[in-house]
């Protein structure tokens, strides 16, 4: 018999365009003709199954600062049991991120590299469905810029982008070009930046020369350093008629091959009677010569502050004093060298929960904002010279008080001539 959404094709299969409990059961197939059948198939058993279906899904997006850890929640049931794997978009494999047995995405520890889209997909012999977040990594230095185009224009261009993720801080464009020579004079041509104005996606360079191929390309930058360089993009400015060129390519900007600074290692913190020292070791690797180290810190999850800017590049250890009781503290490091500033090293927690050592209410003088520091000690002062001030008057009046009554004693003393 045949049920509704049942329907045979001309080769002999029965499609069944709804799965339900009528379909279940065991089946077989007799061919015959008009001399009769040679009998029926072996029997075969059709069974329902589940495609997976989410149970938790993760969010839209997820912000976790580098170097930290995160976990992206992923489930799914089926029937049998769907298996949960993770990918990153646009790339192969997981990117150093793990799994676990609950299906999670765990980044531990987060790197500026695992930034980006990722999908969740859970997959049964009946169905794979997905489903997808973005990672933010905050606390790095900016992803490079996409989709670079040029427009010739009359002895210019204009080079419009779309920016990449910023690293969580402002981020500033340069917009660096290069003439293609026409001979292969040296291997090496130089390459001019142009500032670009806070918040633009595009800019004119113009004073271009006719006849000339130019390559472009953008580099964006924010209180950490610099990202990479986009692609470079080839464009010839118009003007005159342009004759054939045979041109050589120039290689990027020195600062993209030969400046590598990695962060300070090892940080590690260590409580005394005097305040927290704080240990690290130098970057692992550096192209250009240690200027010194930035400690930062923030206290009970709050925002990042620069504690000391200017740690010289010898050292390897610091110590912190002053520290409020009873809170909880987050330290890290960063290197510098010249212009360039690297990744921040690992982070190290420090609780003042129950150290008598630390006074309640000494505060770190960087963390509070210069006009109210000065304000401070201002009133300090004033308060410490009005109190001398009031001091030495009081002597003053003593000792002249002293000197009257003195006086008066005196003249009492003195004998009265006789009458005559």
């Keep these: 018999h045949q049920l509704p959404g049942w329907s045979a094709r001309p080769d002999g299969s029965i499609v069944i365009a709804t799965g339900n409990d009528d379909a279940l059961g065991v089946y077989t197939c007799t061919p015959y003709n008009s001399y009769g059948t040679a009998g029926a198939s072996r029997p075969t058993r059709v069974l329902l199954k589940d495609p997976p279906a989410f149970t938790v899904r993760p969010k839209d997006e997820y912000f976790q600062e580098v170097g930290r850890e995160l976990v992206v929640p992923c489930a799914a049931h089926g029937d049998p049991p769907p298996t949960i794997t993770w990918g990153k978009v646009g790339s192969a494999g997981q990117s150093g991120a793990q799994v676990d047995g609950n299906g999670s995405l765990v980044f531990r520890p987060l790197v500026k590299e695992q930034h980006g889209r990722w999908e969740c997909t859970a997959?049964?012999?009946?169905?794979?469905?997905?489903?997808?977040?973005?990672?933010?990594?905050?606390g790095t230095s900016p992803h490079a810029v996409t989709n670079v185009s040029v427009l010739p224009?009359?002895?210019?261009?204009?080079?419009?982008?779309?920016p990449g993720f910023d690293g969580g801080y402002f981020q500033r464009f340069s917009v660096w070009y290069t003439p293609l020579a026409k001979q292969p004079p040296r291997a090496h041509h130089d390459w001019v930046s142009l500032s670009v104005p806070p918040g633009a996606q595009h800019l004119l360079v113009e004073n271009l020369?006719?006849?000339?191929?130019?390559?472009?390309?953008?580099?964006?930058?924010?209180k950490l350093g610099s990202g990479p360089f986009s692609q470079i993009v080839t464009s010839v400015p118009k003007g005159k008629s342009r004759v054939p060129l045979t041109t050589v390519p120039p290689e990027l900007p020195a600062m993209t091959v030969h400046v590598f600074l990695?962060?300070?290692?090892?940080?590690?913190?260590?409580?005394?009677?005097?305040?927290?020292?704080?240990?690290?070791?130098?970057?692992?690797?550096?192209?250009?010569?240690?200027?010194?180290?930035?400690?930062?810190?923030?206290?009970?999850?709050?925002?990042?502050?620069?504690?000391?800017?200017?740690?010289?590049?010898?050292?390897?250890?610091?110590?912190?004093?002053?520290?409020?009781?009873?809170?909880?503290?987050?330290?890290?490091?960063?290197?510098?060298?010249?212009?360039?500033?690297?990744?921040?090293?690992?982070?190290?927690?420090?609780?003042?929960?129950?150290?008598?050592?630390?006074?309640?209410?000494?505060?770190?003088?960087?963390?509070?904002?210069?006009?109210?520091?000065?304000?401070?000690?201002?009133?300090?002062?004033?308060?410490?010279?009005?109190?001398?001030?009031?001091?030495?008057?009081?002597?003053?009046?003593?000792?002249?008080?002293?000197?009257?009554?003195?006086?008066?004693?005196?003249?009492?003393?003195?004998?009265?001539?006789?009458?005559?």
């Design 262 to 420: 990695s962060p300070p290692q090892a940080l590690s913190a260590n409580e005394t009677s005097r305040g927290v020292l704080l240990r690290w070791e130098p970057p692992a690797q550096l192209s250009v010569a240690l200027s010194g180290y930035a400690l930062e810190l923030r206290q009970d999850k709050g925002g990042w502050e620069v504690l000391e800017r200017s740690i010289p590049g010898t050292e390897s250890q610091v110590l912190v004093p002053g520290l409020i009781k009873d809170a909880f503290y987050e330290f890290r490091l960063v290197a510098f060298a010249g212009s360039y500033i690297s990744d921040p090293s690992n982070t190290v927690n420090v609780s003042t929960a129950g150290m008598e050592v630390y006074p309640s209410r000494t505060q770190l003088p960087e963390l509070l904002p210069q006009p109210v520091l000065a304000g401070v000690i201002g009133g300090i002062c004033f308060l410490s010279v009005a109190v001398i001030f009031s001091t030495v008057a009081a002597c003053i009046m003593n000792r002249r008080r002293a000197a009257r009554i003195q006086k008066r004693r005196q003249g009492r003393s003195q004998p009265h001539p006789a009458p005559p």
């Design 123 to 138: 997959t049964n012999p009946v169905a794979s469905v997905s489903t997808a977040t973005s990672v933010h990594v905050l």
């Design 153 to 162: 224009l009359l002895l210019a261009a204009n080079i419009s982008w779309e």
């Design 209 to 222: 020369q006719p006849d000339t191929s130019y390559q472009f390309s953008v580099l964006a930058q924010n």
